[in-house]
């Protein structure tokens, strides 16, 4: 029998209700497609408190009593490192049971991954699943792009080799565990071909260029949820009602989780300037911020994103809070426009399922909607740097809002793209690559 053991930090949590993000969603939206399969055996391990599938051979590891979204840097790097040692030890403990010819270790993350080193010198063929370049997202956030990240990974490299060079822990959860990611994975499944090529220019002297090309699989995720039903309309009638809504109305809407690198801040400062220019002067326009804060500078970033939007004075700005599944269904149907003004977004989730809801997308230019967003489904626009970003946003957002009738256009043709990425496409491919290890 052949074997998948699933390392999913993130899985085993409620996710109705738990701000965790587009990875942790994806590891159960992997474990339900996968747990049906009897062609092989399918084992979890996850810190959440409940099993993510009925029936599943699932295996909480250092779990933390209160959860995961309220920790702040340093607690998070002491459960990534929990969770990298009991894993790891789980696993090999086991290796009678769980045999490295007849078991694929597929990794959904990367700081918070077991050791893959003792795992691959144990024989294990590994898979990782790639939902953040945590070196990229790094230098976004904390080093505001001063470097490029491939300069960023040769420095660890030439630095990693000097014995008195000791980088704090927190550090090597960023590039020592990327690199031992990289270098132990026999495939890396990344969500877009922009993560890939950043990947190769840091990474491609580490195991060579063309060694590391066919290791990559570029898989975007697409949607699993099915179409609006009128159950979801009579949910969004009710809303509309709620909200003192008229066909006047223009909505806008944005939805991830609040942290620093959604860049919410950015699309409401863009706001505040058509305000102070009068360029939305007598308009009812609404935003609907959709989202817990979650993670490190959650809680901080959330009184931040909440003071600003506090001094808007035209634009009312409401913040639903976390949506389950049902309720973004129906919130999405209020929506004219969806916008994801993210710093640094992997994917993008987010995106792809206003597109499936028939929404027009104005996004940053991240890496995942460059592959996913057609060009007359949306806009995207490219941030030279984060203080330039509000007024290029600004002029975006004015230019798509002059012409209702193209921005449903816009919406038609985003729905039709996104019907044609199916989750369980992307799911296969995956289950297919890990197989392909075992062969």
């Known amino acids: 029998m052949k074997r998948l053991v699933f390392v999913a930090s993130h899985v085993g949590y409620p996710m109705d209700r738990t701000p965790l993000g587009g990875g942790a969603m994806v590891g159960?939206?992997?474990?339900?497609?996968?747990?049906?399969?009897?062609?092989?055996?399918?084992?979890?391990?996850?810190?959440?408190?409940?099993?993510?599938?009925?029936?599943?051979?699932?295996?909480?590891?250092?779990g933390r009593p209160k959860g995961?979204?309220?920790?702040?840097?340093?607690?998070?790097?002491?459960?990534?490192?929990?969770?990298e040692a009991e894993t790891t030890d789980w696993i090999l403990e086991r290796g009678k049971d769980y045999p490295p010819r007849d078991t694929v270790i597929v990794v959904n993350d990367v700081s918070e991954g077991p050791a893959l080193a003792k795992l691959a010198e144990a024989g294990y063929p590994i898979l990782s699943i790639w939902h953040v370049d945590v070196v990229d997202y790094f230098n976004k956030l904390y080093l505001r792009r001063?470097?490029?990240?491939?300069?960023?990974?040769?420095?660890?490299?030439?630095?990693?080799?000097?014995?008195?060079?000791?980088?704090?822990?927190?550090l090597n959860l960023v590039f020592e565990k990327q690199r031992e990611t990289v270098y132990y994975s026999k495939r890396m499944v990344v969500p877009s071909r922009a993560m890939a090529d950043t990947l190769m220019r840091c990474y491609g002297g580490l195991i060579g260029r063309e060694e590391l090309e066919r290791r990559i699989v570029?898989?975007?995720?697409?949607?699993?949820?099915?179409?609006?039903?009128?159950?979801?309309?009579?949910?969004?009638?009710?809303?509309?009602?709620?909200?003192?809504?008229?066909?006047?109305?223009?909505?806008?809407m944005?939805?991830?989780r609040i942290s620093p690198?959604?860049?919410?801040?950015?699309?409401?400062?863009?706001?505040?300037?058509?305000?102070?220019?009068?360029?939305?002067?007598?308009?009812?326009?609404?935003?609907?911020?959709c989202g817990e804060p979650a993670f490190m500078m959650g809680q901080a970033y959330g009184r931040k994103v909440r003071a600003a939007a506090a001094k808007l004075r035209q634009v009312k700005v409401v913040f639903p809070g976390y949506l389950d599944a049902a309720a973004k269904r129906a919130y999405f149907?209020?929506?004219?426009l969806?916008?994801?003004?993210?710093?640094?977004?992997?994917?993008?989730?987010?995106?792809?399922?206003a597109m499936h809801a028939g929404l027009p997308v104005l996004a940053s230019d991240h890496y995942g909607v460059r592959d996913t967003l057609p060009p007359d489904a949306g806009r995207l626009v490219h941030y030279p740097t984060p203080k330039k970003a509000p007024p290029l946003l600004a002029a975006a957002l004015m230019d798509m809002l002059s012409d209702r009738g193209k921005l449903k256009k816009m919406g038609e043709t985003a729905r039709a793209a996104a019907a044609a990425m199916p989750f369980s496409a992307a799911a296969d491919a995956v289950g297919l690559a890990a197989r392909g290890l075992l062969n």
Request: net charge negative.
């Open 68 to 83: 995961l979204v309220d920790l702040g840097e340093l607690d998070y790097a002491r459960f990534c490192r929990d969770f």
């Open 338 to 353: 969806f916008i994801s003004p993210s710093i640094h977004e992997s994917y993008g989730l987010n995106v792809v399922e």
């Open 333 to 336: 149907r209020l929506g004219d």
């Open 28 to 62: 159960l939206q992997l474990v339900r497609h996968w747990h049906p399969d009897a062609s092989w055996s399918l084992t979890v391990l996850g810190s959440g408190p409940q099993t993510p599938v009925g029936g599943c051979d699932y295996h909480r590891l250092a």
């Open 218 to 252: 570029v898989v975007p995720w697409g949607v699993w949820s099915g179409p609006p039903g009128p159950a979801d309309e009579n949910r969004a009638a009710e809303l509309r009602e709620y909200y003192e809504m008229t066909e006047a109305t223009t909505v806008l």
């Open 146 to 170: 001063i470097v490029a990240p491939e300069r960023l990974t040769r420095l660890h490299e030439r630095m990693r080799g000097a014995a008195d060079w000791i980088l704090p822990d927190v």
């Open 261 to 289: 690198e959604k860049g919410v801040h950015l699309l409401l400062e863009a706001l505040r300037l058509l305000e102070a220019n009068g360029e939305i002067a007598g308009k009812d326009i609404r935003l609907f911020i």
């Open 254 to 256: 944005t939805l991830s």
